[in-house]
């Protein structure tokens, strides 16, 4: 399959050329360990979702976490009924 520049979605690393994901995250590491929170804050289309991917795939593969990545964009279509939003959410896990 030939590789071509994605703009629109996640990126692939078979199928995109892309930079590496995870230099956007240098610092993630230590807030995980230390059971902190972090924000991933970006404009549209910059690889936020890539990155966030990336990192769920690497910190399942170490073994030491099982991580999880779902979006809460299932729920936007029921903005104004929060409870709806909230089994659409839970519906998509």
Do not use: W
Not at 45 to 74: C, D, F, M, N
């Amino acid at each position: 399959m030939e590789r071509f520049f994605n703009t629109a979605g996640p990126c692939e690393p078979g199928r995109h050329y892309m930079l590496a994901p995870l230099r956007r995250l240098p610092d993630v590491g230590r807030y995980i360990d230390r059971g902190l929170y972090f924000v991933l804050h970006a404009a549209r289309q910059v690889g936020k979702t890539t990155a966030l991917r990336a990192l769920a795939k690497e910190l399942t593969q170490h073994g030491r976490y099982i991580s999880v990545a779902l979006t809460l964009e299932t729920g936007d279509p029921f903005a104004d009924d929060i409870a709806r939003a909230e089994d659409a959410i839970l519906d998509s896990m």
